[in-house]
């Protein structure tokens, strides 16, 4: 509920009136931080200064935000505290949105384009892009972010420290715009000799009781078990890694067969062979940006070379349109 409070001219005010965007900023941190102390460390404010804050901000609104305990666990948010600091994080993700984009418009053609990215993408697919979008820009300073969960990288985009990011299709939800830039279909990677997949194809039925290695934790969406539609395959695997390298590389000495996409597989290994796996979904890479946010000239050509690049990956692989 929003307190309605009377001026002394006889003025009716509401206390939106009241609230100052560092009012929002320190409640947030608390939130995150779990403690009043944290949050002044990492506001650099003083502890009083971030307590007389949140207070100013209770009795604007007539709520109280923060139950004060004591003990091991000092603090809690109020289910009024609850719902306020989730619109002040969006509040703060916007700010520092606009903040990012007046620093674009300064820059023009200049100045810094960052890229989000994560490991399969930036092995086979990045390198190419950047290739021909230097040439074109060459006053432009690509700074590159990698991660292995494009979720967080989602985030970065959100709170505007990311103009762009590589994502793997569905994304999360979000304030977002896309590009489908290629199918990524999954595969089986097994040794070179193995008689795995001898037929040139396997089915995921094939890999029943197969001692399996593949992707470290990640949405379940994007889970190689819930892509197979197996849940049950999860019992199999033996390991799973963020490096795609060490993936291939566990094949190769006979560990475990990995279920991997196809970007993840290095094409020169000689030591292991990768087998089509009929009847999944293939993955789809694109890329994404903040739909509200000013889109830099630049950025606008980086997705434009992403595509040509992803069309000419994908046609001399499989001879086809990079996505359906």
Do not use: K
């Amino acid at each position: 509920m929003v307190s309605i409070s009377r001026r002394n001219d006889g003025t009716v005010t509401d206390a939106s009136e009241s609230l100052e965007l560092r009012h929002l900023v320190a409640l947030s941190a608390i939130a995150r931080t779990g403690s009043f102390s944290r949050a002044a460390e990492e506001l650099g404010y003083t502890q009083s200064a971030v307590s007389q804050q949140v207070a100013r901000l209770e009795r604007a609104l007539g709520e109280t935000l923060v139950e004060r305990r004591g003990g091991p666990r000092a603090i809690a948010l109020t289910p009024a505290g609850q719902v306020l600091v989730r619109h002040a994080d969006a509040i703060v993700a916007r700010l520092q949105s606009a903040r990012a984009d007046l620093r674009a418009v300064a820059d023009g053609e200049v100045g810094t384009l960052r890229i989000g990215c994560y490991q399969s993408v930036g092995a086979r697919l990045l390198p190419r892009i950047l290739h021909d979008f230097v040439a074109s820009w060459p006053q432009v300073q690509v700074e590159l972010h990698e991660h292995e969960d494009d979720a967080e990288l989602l985030a970065m985009v959100e709170h505007g420290e990311l103009d762009l990011t590589f994502v793997a299709l569905p994304m999360t939800p979000g304030p977002f715009e896309h590009r489908e830039l290629l199918e990524d279909p999954y595969v089986a990677v097994v040794q070179r000799d193995s008689p795995l997949g001898s037929t040139g194809r396997l089915r995921p039925s094939d890999l029943d009781g197969v001692p399996l290695v593949t992707y470290g934790r990640m949405r379940d969406v994007h889970s190689i078990e819930q892509r197979l539609g197996r849940p049950e395959l999860a019992d199999q695997i033996l390991i799973r890694s963020h490096d795609n390298g060490t993936i291939i590389g566990l094949v190769a000495e006979g560990v475990g067969t990995a279920v991997v996409s196809w970007l993840s597989v290095d094409p020169a290994r000689a030591d292991v062979r990768t087998v089509p796996i009929d009847g999944i979904p293939p993955r789809i890479v694109g890329i994404a940006w903040h739909r509200d946010r000013y889109h830099l000239p630049a950025a606008r050509s980086f997705v434009r070379v992403a595509r040509e690049q992803a069309y000419a990956v994908h046609e001399a692989a499989f001879g086809s349109h990079p996505t359906s």
